[in-house]
Structure formats: structure tokens, C-alpha cells
């Protein structure tokens, strides 16, 4: 029981730490709701981080009516390096963009070739 709370100390020690020791201040914050679903939002704070999104819905699907967000934000990572990226976001998922994120890499030729093959020729059945 000791030991739980010695490391329930060092937990919450170390998190205080991690707090920002002055407030950071919202320099612009705007929104409006719509009854029907639609929004829009942007607010920018001290520190540089700045957000801004619009949401609408889309007609009704299969599962009922389908919210749609198209947005953008943007700090500066811990090292300097500017981050801004933009999304979409519906029936499809999160779809991000941004120089930031990671890209797969290129598919080999050889692997390539062979999609391509398996598409035109279909499913093979061994005999």
C-alpha cells in the first residue's frame, strides 16, 4: 500500500510539472451554432495556436444524417517547427493533411505489378 502511494506521488508530481505555469490567453474566439446542424468556430491563443472549422450536415444516409467538419489548425511543435494541418471529416472518417504527417513509402515496382495483374486477371483457383 505504501509503494501505491509513493508512485501515486511521483504521478501527480510529474504532471504538475508538465502544467504550463502561467495561464495562456485566448486572444480570439468566435463560434456560432446553427439549429440545423451547422457550425463554424476559429479561436487563436497566446502561445500560437490557431484553429478554425465548419460543420454542416450532409443529407441523411443509410444510418441517418451525416455531419460533415472541414477545418485547419496550426501551432509550433516543441523543437520550432510550424505544424499546420487540415482536415476533413465524414462518413469517410479523418482525412488530415499537412507536410508534418507521415507518408507511406513508394510501393516496389515488382508489388505494383503484381496488384496490377491480380486486378485484370481476377482471383486465381488452384486445380
Same mark, same amino acid.
Given at each position: 500500500?505504501?509503494?501505491?502511494?509513493?508512485?501515486?506521488?511521483?504521478?501527480?508530481?510529474?504532471?504538475?510539472? +508538465?502544467? !504550463? +505555469?502561467? !495561464?495562456?490567453?485566448?486572444?480570439?474566439?468566435?463560434?456560432?451554432?446553427? !439549429?440545423?446542424?451547422?457550425?463554424?468556430?476559429? *479561436?487563436? @491563443?497566446?502561445?500560437?495556436?490557431?484553429?478554425?472549422?465548419?460543420?454542416?450536415?450532409?443529407?441523411?444516409? =443509410?444510418?441517418?444524417?451525416?455531419?460533415?467538419?472541414?477545418?485547419? *489548425?496550426?501551432?509550433?511543435?516543441?523543437?520550432?517547427? !510550424?505544424?499546420?494541418?487540415? *482536415?476533413?471529416?465524414?462518413?469517410?472518417? *479523418?482525412?488530415?493533411?499537412?507536410?508534418?504527417?507521415? @507518408?507511406?513509402?513508394?510501393?516496389?515496382?515488382?508489388?505494383?505489378?503484381?496488384?496490377?495483374?491480380?486486378? =485484370?486477371?481476377?482471383?486465381?483457383?488452384?486445380?
Amino acid at each position: 500500500m505504501m509503494k501505491l502511494a509513493v508512485v501515486a506521488t511521483m504521478l501527480v508530481a510529474v504532471a504538475y510539472a +508538465q502544467l !504550463p +505555469q502561467q !495561464p495562456i490567453p485566448i486572444l480570439r474566439l468566435e463560434s456560432q451554432i446553427q !439549429p440545423d446542424g451547422k457550425f463554424q468556430y476559429l *479561436y487563436e @491563443t497566446g502561445n500560437g495556436i490557431q484553429a478554425q472549422a465548419i460543420g454542416d450536415q450532409k443529407p441523411a444516409g =443509410r444510418d441517418g444524417p451525416i455531419q460533415s467538419v472541414q477545418g485547419q *489548425y496550426a501551432y509550433t511543435a516543441d523543437d520550432g517547427t !510550424p505544424v499546420q494541418i487540415s *482536415y476533413i471529416a465524414d462518413e469517410n472518417g *479523418y482525412q488530415p493533411q499537412g507536410a508534418i504527417l507521415p @507518408t507511406p513509402p513508394p510501393i516496389p515496382e515488382a508489388i505494383l505489378r503484381s496488384l496490377e495483374f491480380n486486378a =485484370r486477371n481476377g482471383p486465381q483457383r488452384r486445380k
